[in-house]
């Protein structure tokens, strides 16, 4: 049985991606837990699977549909959300969580990972592009939509050897803020969280001392929790943030204000 508060998502369905990894996760056990159907995409079908098996032994009433993609291929990008318009409720998708992310330091001066801005730019930024110009033509149609971009402190602070990855979460922000002011006037807002340092799977490419530098440094003493980003979309991805478009939601235990 969900579990309904200030935010109801009852009759909502929502499409997450990246919905195998950490944050993806917590955020479709909080979205069903508020009561959305769930579309989760990944790349990784068996973890997938398990994730939604699980979900649904959890919230009995909730609609869990699984699409395996993977989202550095455009054409498959490309049908993505229709497939997904075919699997929800009424053929109607409300929410749009672009959570899915890779993240990999690059080395300019051996060019060794040179592919990485590619693939970069195409998992954490194009996709996304991809997939809000979809979701904003077929929630127009209902007028009401949210949309939730994960970016990242990146955005902001850039990082040594993580150009390409700042690059990519930099620009979800002018694709985010774009699309909101174009389609303010038909109830739908797109706005982006950008998470700190989460503790993931994904910061394991970090070394153990600059993990520990990173928690003796945030100011609220810890590193971030897949749920606290899950806390942010969730609210965002609520009918009660109808006021929020355009903005950004840093998520980050107070390292860097904005
Ligand atoms: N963990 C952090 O510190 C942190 C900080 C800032 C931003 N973020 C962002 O948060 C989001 C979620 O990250 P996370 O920490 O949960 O990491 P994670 O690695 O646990 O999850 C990322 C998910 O994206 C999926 N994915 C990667 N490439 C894909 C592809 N080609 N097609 C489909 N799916 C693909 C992965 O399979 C994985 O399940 C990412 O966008 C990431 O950039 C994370």
Redesign the pocket.
Known sequence: MSNCSFICLHGKTALI??A?????TATANNLANQGADLIL????EK?LKEISEKIKSTYSNTKVDTIC????KEEEVKKLFSKAIEKANNNKIDILVN?????KDDDWNTGTNESYFHLAMK??FEAQFILCQAACKHMSQNNYGRIVN?A???AYCGGIKYCSYCAS?SAILGLTKSLALEYAKQGITLNCVA????D????NILSPEAKKHFENTIPVGRL?K?QD?ANAITFLCSKESEYITGSVMHVNGGMVMY
């Open positions: 991606t990246g195998a990894g950490a944050i993806g995409v990944d790349i990784r973890e993609c993977d989202l550095s959570n899915a992310g890779l993240f998992i954490n994960v990242s402190i990146g979460k998470p700190g340092i989460i993931t799977p994904m910061i971030g897949p980003i």
